[in-house]
């Protein structure tokens, strides 16, 4: 137990690959730091997961809440996604095994829902592809409750196919907001064509269909917008009046709760 401890130890302070990580995790049932303080933060509460669901979630991973939580909702931009292929909005969101209403909604635009509904909103990879973060997390704001929580996973850019680009700075996404930049915004395409590492990048295929995807993000979004790290995450947070009570970075990704102030 303690090799694997100081294997832990050395993997946390360095980017590694993505499959190797998760595998690693599942078989020696490793967990994220002080795991008892971020499942209390859900444990038996009503949420709102935007972009899910996410196996980061289920039993035996990384950030296991689904197993805690009262019941969860879901958002997704489409009826149909690359990562969940065709989906129906009603009683179909399925998460470890149970069951939410699932909402075909934007991220940026989540006028279905009521203001103050929910105890706490997850959001996993999810953030990076929409074009206007700071509309996203105004709206996640405003459907949690006074004190509720915000939890989001970004990819850690040193070990995904963003590791040649630089971190999106505040003022830039702080722009867009101001602008009201829209999902069309291709303003990251052309840092993108030209920074994306395909090898890292398994499902993107050639160049020219990586390309061609890319062109089309408005339907697929699988663009990454903007590159995050802990630092703008709570730079982030901060700008829209909430609270950051716990971070950490695993070798593959960011993670990051705040609290909605009363």
Same mark, same amino acid.
């Given at each position: 137990m303690r090799a694997i401890k100081n294997l832990y130890t050395f993997l946390s302070d360095r980017p590694v690959n993505v499959v190797f990580w998760k595998l690693y995790c599942k078989l020696f049932g490793i967990r994220i730091p002080y795991f008892q303080h971020w499942k209390e933060l859900v444990n038996n509460k009503v949420g709102l997961e935007i972009g899910g669901p996410s196996s980061l979630f289920t039993q035996n991973n990384f950030l296991p809440v689904y197993p805690y939580l009262k019941s969860l909702d879901g958002v997704n931009f489409s009826s149909h996604t690359v990562w969940e292929g065709q989906?129906?909005? =009603? %009683?179909?969101? *399925?998460?470890? =095994?149970?069951?939410?209403?699932?909402?075909?909604? +934007?991220?940026? &635009?989540?006028?279905? !829902?009521?203001?103050?509904?929910? &105890?706490? $909103?997850?959001?996993?990879?999810?953030? +990076? #592809?929409?074009?206007?973060? !700071?509309?996203? $997390? %105004?709206e996640w704001q405003r459907v949690i409750k006074p004190a509720a929580v915000l939890i989001l996973v970004l990819p850690r850019k040193e070990s995904n196919f963003d590791h040649r680009r630089s971190i999106t700075s505040?003022?830039?996404?702080?722009?867009?907001?101001?602008? *009201? !930049? &829209? +999902? *069309?915004?291709? @303003?990251?395409? !052309? +840092?993108? $064509?030209e920074l994306h590492d395909l090898k890292r990048d398994h499902n993107a295929g050639n160049m020219e269909n990586f390309k061609r995807r890319s062109l089309d993000n408005f339907n697929t979004r699988t663009l990454h917008h903007h590159v995050f790290d802990v630092k703008l995450?709570?730079? $982030?947070? &901060?700008?829209? =009046?909430?609270?950051?009570?716990? @971070?950490?970075?695993?070798? @593959?990704? #960011?993670?990051?709760?705040?609290? %909605?102030?009363?």
């Open positions: 989906i129906k909005q =009603g %009683k179909t969101y *399925n998460y470890g =095994g149970q069951l939410g209403v699932q909402f075909i909604a +934007e991220g940026t &635009d989540l006028n279905i !829902i009521k203001s103050n509904t929910y &105890d706490f $909103l997850l959001s996993c990879n999810n953030l +990076e #592809h929409i074009a206007n973060p !700071i509309k996203a $997390l %105004k505040l003022n830039h996404i702080i722009n867009d907001f101001e602008n *009201n !930049i &829209d +999902e *069309n915004d291709t @303003t990251a395409l !052309i +840092e993108v $064509l995450l709570e730079q $982030l947070m &901060d700008y829209i =009046g909430m609270k950051t009570i716990l @971070t950490y970075s695993s070798p @593959t990704d #960011h993670f990051i709760a705040a609290v %909605k102030r009363s």
